[in-house]
């Protein structure tokens, strides 16, 4: 590579990964609970995509290369405890790339429906969900917290997720008649 | 449509909350479910931006109650106010980069990728090579070293030089000179220095700090980056190919010219003994050109495997005419290195260079080669070779052959005409642009042959 087509490169690459970033952040979501270590691994899948960027053949996906890349970044994490196991399997991660890939072109209009959504909540739920995402608590710190059991705040989390999901579907149909 | 047990399963998948053995059973059941697989991916994708938004709120709160601890770096504190579905998706993607590229456990932000040559004080760091470091001071006595933050940001630390690591996005060189490469992750990677603060705004930059002064010197090869002064609020906004000197009470503009690397150490001169005499060039010149990457008074080499018009290859001629036919004894070529600011150190090993002279039907040739070719292919007889380690960018390297002397004796009278080249090709693209000094260099030596006459 010449230093002038480095320029160039890099350029593509932060273009390429702020297109390509939600589905590896959603993939290394989905295998890596703990938020402090997912975020950790997906900053990994970062540099190495950084690093590895001039293997990349443009003519495929640049999400199907970063996911792939993600997967070792993945492994190598479950791999310190002895877990490997844990990792989705070759075809798991194929197909759920694929769905992953699938939802690319609505991501940036999800993102944004959410901020809306979150705001339309009621206090209790977005406390429930200020527990979980931004400390990381788990169903039975957050029930402590709240003064009730993991099973109820399991359910109750469950459902904010679904009063989401359902605000979102609604936000990008509004978006889609404008 | 999936049962709604089905779907709370799938919750606490993503939440962490089945035992091992559950989650291998869910997943290998999901192989055969693709309308589960579609399920969990919105769910994921949902579930990814959550943490983001509610880790964005959160920091809005806190900055809304009490002043966020760097006011100067306001990335991620965003006022609420801001309508949020007026910012474009894309950039609450790139502030989610930057806000998880910053360190979110433990006590390191970095690691020590590599050193070469390097030779430390003791200090409260770990100077092994991939030693992960956290806040505190390196002192590199000798050498280099090549460090990475964890924000994406790497800079290369050339001795004699001071480094004090406040986190993933902040340091503070108080001596010595670093060369830093900042991706996109760590834009507003800022560089404390006593006289300024040097704010990265773009990709690469160089900065020295001379001890005894606190002067600041700030290169740009490519990009943006901000000087601030200490002083007073005063900025400097330098870009691609400018520099700009601070120093004292002065904030010095921004001036042309990223190949006049600034002086970081003072140079020796050139001192032989009675009975040697000393000849620099009369003309010297290279060819080979990457556009804008080009130097007027250092004199490049590379030798790439990808694009053979990036190769840089350098030619000296020197005017023996009055040697006459005086008997020389010994005879060497002398080369001044100097870093270039262009390529990666770390993509080619140690180098091995090699010193010819041009025979036979030498075309005429003069500096108007420069960045172009060389007017014809003359043969050419090996002199000798030197090896410049990785890493190494600045010092006096030579070549001391009896090839040579014999050379010299074979053409005393005339005028005759070196070339220099790279033999090491690099491992990556991207690698390091060698340069020695030309004749037209501000300081340092010209290309140099030191001769010994005989004194019979």
């Given at each position: 590579m010449?230093?002038a087509?480095?320029?160039?490169a890099r350029q593509?690459?932060?273009?390429?990964w702020?297109?390509?970033e939600?589905a590896v952040?959603?993939?290394?979501?989905?295998?890596?609970?703990?938020?402090?270590d997912a975020?950790?691994?997906?900053q990994?899948?970062?540099?190495?995509?950084?690093?590895?960027f001039?293997?990349y053949?443009?003519e495929r996906?640049?999400?199907?290369?970063?996911l792939?890349?993600?997967?070792?970044r993945?492994?190598d994490?479950?791999?310190?405890s002895?877990?490997?196991?844990?990792?989705f399997?070759?075809?798991?991660?194929?197909?759920?790339?694929?769905?992953?890939?699938a939802r690319?072109?609505?991501?940036?209009?999800?993102?944004?429906?959410?901020?809306?959504?979150v705001?339309k909540l009621p206090?209790?739920?977005r406390r429930?969900?200020?527990?979980r995402?931004?400390?990381?608590?788990?169903?039975?710190?957050?029930?402590?917290?709240?003064?009730s059991?993991?099973?109820?705040?399991?359910?109750?989390?469950?459902?904010v997720?679904n009063l989401l999901?359902?605000?979102?579907?609604?936000e990008?149909r509004?978006?889609?008649?404008c | 449509?999936?049962?709604?047990?089905?779907r709370?399963?799938?919750?606490r998948?993503?939440d962490?909350?089945l035992?091992?053995?559950?989650?291998v059973k869910i997943?290998a059941?999901?192989?055969s479910?693709?309308?589960a697989i579609?399920?969990?991916?919105d769910r994921?994708?949902?579930h990814?931006n959550?943490?983001r938004?509610m880790?964005r709120r959160?920091?809005?709160?806190r900055t809304?109650?009490?002043?966020?601890?760097?006011?100067?770096?306001?990335?991620?504190?965003?006022?609420r106010?801001?309508?949020?579905?007026?910012?474009?998706?894309?950039?609450?993607v790139?502030?989610g980069?930057?806000f998880?590229?910053?360190?979110t456990s433990?006590?390191?932000?970095?690691?020590?990728?590599?050193?070469?040559s390097a030779l430390?004080e003791?200090?409260e760091?770990?100077?092994?090579?991939?030693?992960?470091?956290?806040?505190?001071?390196?002192r590199?006595v000798?050498?280099l070293a090549?460090l990475?933050?964890?924000?994406?940001?790497?800079?290369?630390?050339e001795a004699p030089?001071?480094?004090?690591?406040?986190?993933?996005?902040n340091?503070e060189?108080?001596?010595?000179?670093?060369?830093s490469?900042?991706p996109?992750?760590?834009h507003?990677?800022r560089?404390?220095?006593?006289?300024?603060?040097?704010v990265?705004?773009?990709?690469r930059f160089?900065?020295?700090?001379?001890?005894?002064?606190g002067e600041?010197?700030?290169?740009?090869m490519?990009g943006?980056v901000?000087?601030?002064?200490?002083?007073?609020?005063?900025?400097?906004e330098?870009?691609?190919?400018?520099?700009n000197t601070?120093?004292?009470?002065h904030?010095?503009?921004a001036t042309?010219g990223v190949?006049q690397?600034?002086?970081?150490?003072?140079?020796?001169?050139l001192d032989?003994g009675?009975g040697?005499?000393?000849?620099?060039?009369?003309k010297?010149?290279?060819?080979?050109?990457?556009?804008?990457?080009?130097?007027e008074i250092?004199?490049?080499?590379?030798?790439?495997?990808?694009?053979?018009?990036t190769?840089?290859?350098?030619y000296?001629?020197?005017?023996?005419?009055n040697?006459?036919?005086?008997?020389?004894?010994d005879?060497?070529?002398?080369?001044?290195?100097?870093?270039t600011?262009?390529?990666?150190?770390s993509?080619?090993?140690?180098?091995?260079?090699?010193v010819?002279g041009?025979v036979?039907?030498?075309?005429?040739?003069?500096?108007?080669?420069?960045?172009?070719?060389?007017?014809?292919?003359?043969n050419a007889?090996?002199?000798?070779s030197?090896t410049?380690?990785?890493?190494v960018?600045?010092?006096?390297f030579?070549?001391r052959?009896?090839a040579?002397a014999?050379?010299?004796?074979?053409?005393?009278?005339?005028?005759i005409?070196l070339?220099?080249?790279?033999d090491t090709?690099?491992?990556?693209?991207g690698d390091l642009?060698h340069?020695?000094?030309s004749?037209?260099h501000?300081?340092?030596?010209?290309?140099?042959?030191a001769?010994r006459?005989?004194?019979?």
């Open positions: 010449t230093d087509s480095e320029l160039e593509r690459l932060a273009h390429l702020v297109e390509g939600p952040r959603a993939f290394v979501f989905a295998s890596v609970s703990s938020f402090a975020e950790d691994v997906v990994k899948v970062a540099l190495t995509v950084a690093r590895r001039d293997e053949d443009p996906s640049f999400e199907a290369w970063a792939w890349l993600a997967k070792s993945v492994i994490h479950y791999r310190v002895g877990r490997e196991k844990l990792v399997s070759e075809q798991l991660m194929n197909q759920f790339a694929d769905s992953l890939i690319h072109s609505e991501q940036s209009a999800r993102a944004v429906a959410l901020e809306t959504c705001e206090d209790k739920s429930l969900l200020e527990l995402y931004e400390d990381g608590a788990s169903a039975e710190a957050m029930a402590e917290t709240l003064h059991t993991a099973g109820s705040v399991r359910v109750t989390l469950h459902r997720r999901a359902e605000c979102i579907q609604t990008l509004k978006e889609a008649q | 449509m999936l049962s709604e047990e089905r709370r399963e799938l919750d998948l993503l962490g909350d035992s091992d053995e559950d989650r997943q059941s999901l192989e479910d693709p309308e579609d399920w969990l991916a994921a994708l949902l990814s959550l943490r938004t880790r959160g920091t809005e709160t809304q109650t009490k002043p966020y601890p760097s006011p100067r770096r306001p990335v991620v504190a965003r006022s106010s801001h309508s949020w579905m007026a910012v474009a998706a894309m950039i609450v790139v502030l980069i930057v998880l590229l910053r360190p433990g006590q390191t932000f970095a690691t020590l990728e590599e050193t070469r430390w003791s200090g760091l770990s100077t092994a090579d991939g030693s992960r470091l956290g806040p505190g001071t390196l590199l000798e050498g090549t990475r933050f964890d924000s994406g940001a790497e800079v290369i630390l030089a001071n480094l004090t690591l406040v986190d993933a996005m340091c060189l108080s001596k010595g000179t670093m060369v490469d900042i996109d992750s760590a507003g990677f560089i404390k220095t006593p006289s300024a603060d040097v990265d705004h773009g990709t160089a900065v020295s700090v001379h001890e005894s002064t600041t010197h700030t290169q740009v490519e943006l901000q000087v601030e002064y200490a002083a007073s609020e005063k900025v400097v330098l870009k691609t190919g400018q520099r601070v120093a004292g009470q904030l010095g503009v042309e190949d690397e600034p002086r970081t150490v003072p140079i020796m001169p032989y009675p040697w005499i000393l000849i620099p060039t009369v010297d010149a290279y060819t080979g050109r990457v556009r804008s990457h080009e130097s250092l004199l490049y080499l590379k030798n790439t495997h990808v694009n053979e018009n190769d840089r290859v350098s000296l001629g020197f005017d023996l005419a040697l006459g036919s005086t008997k020389i004894e005879a060497e070529l002398l080369l001044h290195f100097a870093p600011g262009w390529g990666l150190a993509h080619l090993p140690d180098a091995e260079f090699s010819f041009l036979g039907n030498v075309p005429e040739w003069d500096e108007s080669i420069l960045y172009g070719e060389f007017p014809g292919k003359p007889i090996h002199l000798g030197f410049v380690p990785q890493g960018q600045k010092g006096r030579q070549i052959s009896e040579l014999q050379f010299l004796r074979q053409h005393s009278g005339s005028e005409s070339k220099v080249v790279r090709q690099a491992t990556e693209g642009v340069g020695f000094a004749r037209r501000p300081f340092l030596p010209a290309p140099t042959l001769i006459l005989s004194d019979k």
